[in-house]
């Protein structure tokens, strides 16, 4: 449902005939928080039915984008290391895991709402977890989730506070599907797919 909504947005600003502005070849960079928001149903541990649950986490997040013409640019974001607790259902937390999840969207950059600059984006992810530590049960047992790679879709706005300055929100939503191993054996597939919400501050040179 939440996918819908996001596919939908996008397809309602696509809508707009752009105009011509002097965007091209500047760089547009943004700093501030992203909350990430995994799927409620994360999967489930192999030959049973008890849920496997990533919790959500919050981080400094990092955006930087090129813009190639006056309406298409090229972003990269960056982020200091998310932590996310791990739970299984009927036990509670049984470990957690840092991950990085560097992702370049090609977007498309509305300019004929004046101070407001929409735009939407579709790219790649990689998701690089590491640091994955066992608790409760598994505390005697190693973990590892293995990387991910997936399709990222993002809707955004920048409001221009002056010409340089201006303020940002957007919303992702991430392929993000990881295998989980215990002491080398697989114990499930955990589909992650998360929505990502970010509030920044950004700088236009």
Same mark, same amino acid.
């Given at each position: 449902?939440?996918?819908?909504?996001?596919?939908?947005?996008?397809?309602?600003?696509?809508?707009?005939?752009?105009?011509?502005?002097?965007?091209?070849?500047?760089?547009?960079?943004?700093?501030?928080?992203?909350?990430?928001?995994?799927?409620?149903?994360?999967?489930?541990?192999? /030959?049973?039915? %008890?849920?496997?649950?990533?919790?959500?986490?919050?981080? #400094?997040? &990092? !955006? =930087?984008?090129?813009? @190639?013409?006056?309406?298409? /640019?090229?972003? %990269?974001?960056?982020?200091?290391?998310?932590?996310?607790? #791990?739970? &299984? !259902? =009927?036990?509670?937390? @049984?470990?957690?895991?840092?991950?990085?999840?560097?992702?370049?969207?090609?977007?498309?950059?509305?300019?004929?709402?004046?101070?407001?600059?929409?735009?939407?984006?579709?790219?790649?992810?990689?998701?690089?977890?590491?640091?994955?530590?066992?608790?409760?049960?598994?505390?005697?047992?190693?973990?590892?989730?293995?990387?991910?790679?997936?399709?990222?879709?993002?809707?955004?706005?920048?409001?221009?506070?002056?010409?340089?300055?201006?303020?940002?929100?957007?919303?992702?939503?991430?392929?993000?599907?990881?295998?989980?191993?215990?002491?080398?054996?697989?114990?499930?597939?955990?589909?992650?797919?998360?929505?990502?919400?970010?509030?920044?501050?950004?700088?236009?040179?």
């Amino acid at each position: 449902m939440r996918f819908a909504l996001l596919l939908a947005a996008a397809m309602t600003l696509a809508t707009f005939s752009a105009q011509v502005s002097a965007d091209a070849g500047d760089w547009l960079v943004r700093a501030g928080i992203t909350n990430i928001d995994p799927d409620d149903d994360g999967g489930s541990l192999d /030959g049973t039915n %008890l849920d496997v649950t990533v919790k959500s986490s919050a981080s #400094i997040s &990092l !955006e =930087g984008t090129y813009m @190639i013409t006056n309406n298409i /640019g090229v972003e %990269l974001l960056a982020s200091y290391p998310f932590e996310h607790d #791990i739970q &299984l !259902e =009927g036990v509670g937390n @049984i470990g957690d895991t840092k991950h990085l999840p560097p992702t370049l969207s090609l977007q498309w950059h509305f300019t004929q709402f004046g101070a407001f600059k929409p735009y939407v984006g579709v790219g790649i992810n990689y998701t690089y977890f590491f640091e994955e530590n066992t608790r409760g049960a598994l505390s005697d047992s190693d973990l590892d989730l293995d990387d991910s790679w997936g399709a990222a879709f993002q809707v955004g706005v920048d409001y221009n506070l002056t010409d340089n300055w201006f303020i940002n929100g957007n919303v992702r939503y991430i392929k993000i599907e990881t295998e989980a191993e215990v002491d080398g054996a697989k114990v499930s597939d955990v589909t992650i797919d998360p929505w990502l919400l970010g509030a920044q501050i950004g700088y236009r040179f």
